[in-house]
Every structure is written in C-alpha cells, then in structure tokens.
DNA sequence: AATGAATGAGTATTCATTCAT
DNA sequence: GATGAATGAATACTCATTCAT
C-alpha cells in the first residue's frame, strides 16, 4: 500500500504514519518489522529515520495523532450539547464511527495499547486519561441526570464494547457503524440507567 | 515465578504452560523470549524444547487449555439449568470470574487471539468457534424466550465487555469479580431484552 | 584469507564468495558456519546478509559461477576446432587445468555436488547438465568419427578421473596440471577407442 | 528402515552400523544427526550411546569395516593369481561389483573420506594407504611386466574412474556391475599400456 | 532529503552428548 | 541394555539502528 504524494516534506511523515498503521494492523507492532514499513511507503529503510528516530516513535505518533483527533472530534461534536444522554450518544457515535472509518488505527490502538515504553509511555498514558475520564465523566453525569449511582466500572465497560470491535467488525458483515454505535448506546443506557 | 513441584515428569509440561503465561502476559507474546521462559520455569533453554517443540506450540497449549477449560466449566455449571436468562447468568459468571481468577490466561487468551499460525490455527479456531456459538445459542434462546429479536452483534458486544477486563481489571481495586460479573450480566440482559 | 581491496562495493560480493569458496573447501559447506566465512571476509555476520540472503545462496553463487566459467572457457577454446579428438584434448585440458588453479572451488563443485535444494537445485542441475552434455556429445562424435560404439557411461568415468582429483591433487607432488590433462585424455582416448 | 534382529547384543551394533549407511548416504554425515539414526534404527537416541560412544564413532566403524571387507575380499580373490593383468582385473572387478552392492556404504566411504577427525584420523588413513599402496602395486607390476613406465598417478586416475560412481551409478539404468568393472578395466590397461 | 552499506545484539531452534535410573 | 530427561554450545538468520555520503 505505498503512499503516492506530491513528495513535499510536510506530506512523507504522514505518508509513513498511514502504511504503518496498515503494516503495524495487519502484523502487530512486533512482528512487524521497520523494513517491512520502509517496503509499504517504498522508501528506503534509511531513508525513514529522517522523519522517524524509531520504530516505537512511529507507533507513538500514530497512537497520539488517533487521540488527539478523537479528543478533537468529540470537542467539536459535544459543543453546545448539554443533556447528559444526547452527550453520550454523541461521543459513543463519534467513537465507534471513527474506528469503523479507521479500521487499521482502531487495530493497532487497540491492541498495542500497552505497547509502547520509556519516555513514549506518559505522553499517550496523559492523552488516555483524558480520553477516560471525559467518558467517565459524561457517564456519571447521566447517571445523576437519571439518579442512578453508577458503578466505576461503566465506562470501562463502555469501553470494553467498542474497542473488542477490532476483533470482529467487518464492514461487510457487521452492518453499519452507525447501527453499532446505536446498538452500542442503547444497551449502555438501558442497561445502566435503569433499576430492575 | 518459578515453579515449585516434585519434579516428577508429569508436572514438568503444565509448569512450563504457567510460567509461560506469567511471561507471555508481562511482556505479551513477541516480546518475551523463549530464553525468559526458560529463566521463569528455571530449566535450561533447550530444556523447554523436550517439552515443547517450539514457542508457538506453548501459546497453543495455553489457548487450548484454557478454551477447554472454560468449555467444560460451563457444560457443568449449566447442567440441569433449563432457564435461559439463568444460563446467561451463569455464562458470564463463570467466564469473568474464571478470568479474574486466572489472569495470566485471561491477557494472553485476549491479546494473542489472532497470533497462531500454521498447524495452530484451525484447532484454536474451532474451540473459539465452539465457544462463540455456545454463548450466541443462549442468548438467542433468550431473546426468543422474551420475544426480542436480537442482533448477532449482542454476544460479540458481549464479549467485549467481558475480555476487554485485561486492560483494566485489578483485583485489588476493581472489587469482587463476581460484582463486575453481576453488573456485565445486568447491563446486558437489562439492555439487550427491554424495549425502549 | 580475508580479501584486500579498494572496498568498492561490486568487489565484496565476489570477495565474499572467494573467501567463502576457500572457507567451504576446507571445512565442508555443512561444518563450515557462516561466521567462519564472516570472520574470513573481516566482516561482520549481518554484513554478509546485504550481500547474500543466506548460505545457501554463497554455495550456489560460488556452483553457478564455476559451472558458467568451464562453460565459457570451453566454447571459446572450442572455437574454430573441428576434429573431434582435438576437441576431447582441448576440454579435458581446460576443465583439469581450471581445477588445478581453482582448487577451492574444485573442491567445492566436486564434493558438495548434491547439497543444494529448493529454489537452487534446478538452476544449478540445468548448468551441470549442459556440461555433461557437452563432453558426452564429443565423446561419441569421437566415437562416430573412429568408428566405435561408445558406451553413455564412458563420460562418466570420464567425469571420474578429472573430479576425483580433488582427493588427491596437489601441486607441489603431482606434476602439472597439463601433464595429468594429457595423461588422462591418453588413457581415456587410447581406452575407448582402440579394440583389443 | 529399521532393522529387525533376534536382539542378542552382537547384532545390534551392526544394525545400527547398517542403519547409519542408509542415512548417512541419504543426508551426507553433517546434515543427519544421531536422532535420525536413533530413528531409523527404532532405539532411542541415549540406546545408541551404549554401543558408540560418539556420531564419529559410528561413522569410523563404517569406513574401517568397508575397507576391511574391501581388503579381505581382495586377498581371497588374488589368492593363487600371478599374472599382474590378472589380477588388477580381479581388484577392480571386486571393487566395483562391492560398491555396487552396497550403494550406502560407497557413498559414505568416498563422500566422507576426509571427515575424520582426532584419534579415528590414523586408523582409517592406515587402512586407506594400504589400500592404495594394494592397487598401486599391481599397477606397477602390470607396468613392469608390459615394459611400461607408469606414472605414479595412474592409479589414482583409477580410483577416480571407480569411486567417482557414487555420483552416477543407478542399478536400473547403469547396467550391471560387472560391465562396468570390465569397461574401467579395459579403459585403464589399454589407456596406460598401449604405446601410440 | 535520502540511501547503500554495515553492524551488535538478539532470535528461535538444533545438536551431540550425558546421566540417573 | 536401554531410556527419559536434560543441557551447553552452536547454528542460520533477523532486527533496529547508524553513518558516510
């Protein structure tokens, strides 16, 4: 999957991001190798340390470049939003959408979340921390909405939900992600706000 | 974490598997080295290879068993049980509790699902296989028996929120496994059955 | 035997295959390691792996070689000569006298004769049978032309007194390498040709 | 090819001895370990170690066993010959008639002529000079008796036509042995002899 | 901005051999 | 006589990374 571009610099890291992403889906980060990055953007392997000082570099840049445009992405949406359950179903949407268009990110997020190391490790850890507790918060948000006291454990849950799509979603199987993401919300919702 | 035992040679092999999935889930499977393998169980490295004929034959072992394990906890925790909504019940609890008990399995089971190869594949497969449908059947049963139609998506949703424990359960802090159990079982049920 | 050069790089493929040839013809292809032949070249083992995917590759490179050598030094000592016993002199002398000077690769053509496989049986087979061809077809034009019928397996035993110098051949004891050529192509035209 | 026997002690050394032919002649003595004779011969790999204490070993017993029955064979044949014609007939006869009845052990013998090492190097090399310095004789003497001078190379030339066959000699295609042995014989004794 | 060439450290695996039983 | 279990040393090969150009 080599990247054609109109070769100005700005455009080759993000080049390098996207086979990546793909080479690292498909192989997992440790089976794949930086050669076999290097054949997918059909640069030379030397060539990638220019804009990469590493492999786990590479694989940070991608796992930061899907939060922050995740974070983005719910920003923009939630603006003006102010019933809790609107909220989550905005963000449980944005997310599930996001993963379904974004198949190979939503891999490699998923699986190699636990992947990266040293002075990589902070950076993504504080972005997810961000990204849970902006969930967490709109979920306990609705459950005082509702009056329910909700268990920690929810969003995690929550989370549990969408993210163990990457071992089963198919595009061409699993209906539309929108569906999912309803399907998703609904039982969240359901499930939690309610007393039996 | 080196094994204890009397050394007698039917106790070798099974050492081997728990060490392995002490190490396989630490450092996850690519990662950790036979070598390191071999310093947790304490013998030598062509040592293990007597027992086992090579690094991926230990992580079928340790799918295998597992997946056997959970197959036959569940054919004996649901005998006798004619209630579908009870044999979801106890699905799920013993699938979450037998994970919170075993939580080495748990990760390698979860992360490593899709890293066999060759000769390994299918068996592995065709357990999983087994399991999926064992846990589609009971909740199509369910549904049937509440006269809701339910998507197959619900079980893969179903799974999620059971296997994704492995990021964040902590036994020390996520409370009993049985509550997290209960909670799965009551969104689930709760959200799946009841109409809007 | 490292190799002294000006290091341009289209030397090092070939001064890795010279070094391996000596290394092959004194140990055996099988008992020499690639590190032997890494520590002959004075470069290190992943070095060689720029230049030859694997050991298997140096053999075949060191067979193809010798084999496509003979050939061209044959066709052009054969040019313009007609009379079939010339013919029989000139190859005998060209392949007794090729070996002689190349006695690594003697050596290694000779005894690892069937060692390759895979992708590198066949090229190596099609070249070895071009020779054999070429030999066993001026062999019996000698025959025609002298009116003898010439056995197939006379070329073949041929074949015997010229590679199996390789057991016994030394320079410094046993003459030169034009007098034995003379002295085999004597026996084997006197042997084949005159009746008794 | 295992090998059957009545288990008394005598017969298993040399069912393993025959065993290690085979193999060794099929994977050449490097590429075959001991596990795949341990295999062939049906015993485990640690039985072995109670009859040979080594692969060399075993390896050893082949080739002084070969020569000596080669020897043995010899001086029942030569027994009450006088003419040096005569017998250097009756040298190659057996030679070549023995080589083609036990395919597996030529093989062995001439691929593995050098293989030796440390203390099996001098009884084999002994036996071998003998060997030579047999054929040599008579070379000489047949020389001698013609009024020839014959170079101290002829018989290797010899050799070469003779042990060269492991590479080429096919009971179903190559005619029988004993034509063969008479075409060597008629080759070498008109080659060297006759005067042009 | 990009690359050919090179390497040290590491990988899974195999092997001949031993030894307690 | 024979074996199951075990091991130290080696093997071919791969990898992330560097550097001179």
């Not at 571009?5 to 890291?13: D, E």
């Not at 340390?49 to 786990?56: A, H, I």
């Not at 905005?90 to 636990?114: C, P, Q």
Request: charged share 25%; aromatic share 10%; proline share 4%.
């Amino acid at each position: 999957m080599p990247e054609q571009g109109t070769g100005s610099p700005p455009h080759r890291k993000a080049a390098i991001r996207r086979c990546a992403e793909s080479v690292f889906a498909q192989k997992g980060f440790d089976r794949a190798s930086i050669r076999d990055v290097a054949k997918a953007v059909e640069m030379s392997l030397a060539g990638l340390y220019y804009y990469y000082k590493s492999k786990e570099a590479i694989l940070f840049d991608i796992q930061r470049k899907a939060f922050e445009t995740l974070l983005d992405l719910h920003a923009e949406a939630l603006a003006g939003v102010r019933d809790p359950e609107e909220k989550l179903r905005v963000v449980i949407s944005g997310h599930v959408t996001y993963f379904a268009d974004n198949l190979d990110e939503m891999k490699v997020l998923s699986r190699e979340s636990e992947t990266l190391t040293g002075e990589f490790t902070e950076p993504i850890g504080e972005l997810k921390r961000r990204y849970v507790r902006l969930v967490k918060g709109i979920v306990t948000e609705l459950g005082n909405d509702k009056g329910v006291r909700v268990s920690p454990n929810a969003a995690l849950i929550l989370f549990g939900m969408m993210n163990w799509m990457y071992t089963w979603y198919d595009p061409a199987r699993s209906g539309s992600a929108q569906t999912i993401a309803d399907h998703i919300f609904a039982i969240f919702t359901r499930g939690v706000l309610r007393q039996t």
